[in-house]
């Protein structure tokens, strides 16, 4: 359970308030060595907070991260710090995450300062090897991020998460800024660079297409909680959440044979601070019953890796 406010305040509130402002709750998934799993969901939904409470960006007041089989949430700082190599984030914004005022050398090589790691030679080799890497030539090392587009920006930031040969990346909605003709191409490299390095990767986008693209399995999330995960290929043909469905029905589809009927949705999104009793989604669910305004559903299995919580089934 997280709480995405700071602690100082949340220790003003009586138990009651806090509960309203979970930003996450009950979250529960694996992602498995190699793997993409995507995280999707309109936002507000808590994909980021679940992603960076991985890394400690925020931290969980609640609840374990196993990595390798180890509760990080037990680290020291220090522990912490070296687990980072392994563990590394790209961000949605490369206009916002690269400093205006480093070189492209300098940016890519700041992990590798940060944690000493190498001699200057060796870093600067290193530089240029995940450049060519990321499909940027050395040769631009010297120049700032302004000088660069938006998809050139994107690229330094994944070399830069690539400098201490993590084993996992969270990519928080890495391509979301992108004009759509460049998103394809930065979807490749990932792609690319997960078969070269071993990457498993947490992808967390608000864009089905992507994820169809892009991921191995899938988990849907609405309103700080996961309501369906499965494969890819499952999730997409046989959506079982009613939110899910909602989701796929929405997207343009080009063969007009496999489009799902539209299911409109009632209603506003629901602010994640107070959301509805039950099922979270029983306000605009189509489908809703009388049980759904009173109990949470659990979590069932469907079989074939495919989980659903929702009374209907
Ligand atoms: Fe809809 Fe009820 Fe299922 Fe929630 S539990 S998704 S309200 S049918
Ligand atoms: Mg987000």
Same mark, same amino acid.
């Given at each position: 359970k997280y709480f995405p406010v700071k602690r100082d305040i949340l220790q003003k509130l009586t138990r009651k308030e806090q509960k309203v402002v979970k930003a996450v709750d009950d979250v529960n998934f694996k992602v498995y060595k190699g793997e993409t799993l995507a995280l999707v969901g309109e936002s507000g939904c808590g994909k980021s907070t679940t992603g960076r409470s991985l890394l400690r960006l925020i931290e969980p007041t609640e609840g374990n991260v196993f990595f390798e089989g180890k509760d990080i949430v037990a680290y020291s700082k220090q522990e912490l710090k070296n687990i980072k190599k392994d563990m590394q984030i790209v961000f949605q914004d490369p206009f916002a995450s690269l400093h205006p005022r480093m070189t492209v050398e300098e940016i890519i090589a700041e992990p590798l300062s940060i944690h000493k790691v190498g001699s200057r030679e060796e870093r600067r080799t290193k530089v240029e090897y995940l450049m060519e890497k990321v499909g940027l030539s050395p040769q631009m090392k010297k120049r700032y991020p302004h000088e660069f587009s938006g998809g050139q920006r994107q690229r330094i930031g994944i070399a830069k998460a690539l400098a201490l040969n993590p084993k996992f990346i969270i990519c928080d909605e890495p391509v979301s800024a992108l004009d759509v003709s460049v998103q394809a191409q930065v979807i490749n490299l990932f792609k690319e660079l997960q078969k070269q390095f071993s990457l498993t990767y947490l992808f967390i986008s608000h864009d089905l297409s992507v994820v169809k693209h892009v991921s191995d399995r899938v988990g849907v999330m609405y309103l700080g909680k996961i309501v369906e995960i499965a494969n890819t290929a499952d999730l997409f043909s046989r959506p079982a959440h009613p939110y899910t469905q909602a989701l796929l029905s929405a997207k343009p589809v080009i063969d007009e044979k496999n489009r799902i009927e539209r299911i409109v949705l009632d209603g506003e999104l629901p602010t994640p601070l107070n959301p509805p009793s039950g099922c979270h989604f029983h306000t605009r669910c189509?489908? $809703?019953?009388? $049980?759904c305004m009173h109990v949470e559903p659990t979590v069932k299995d469907l079989g074939t890796n495919h989980q659903v919580a929702c009374h209907l089934h």
């Open positions: 189509p489908f $809703k019953m009388e $049980k």
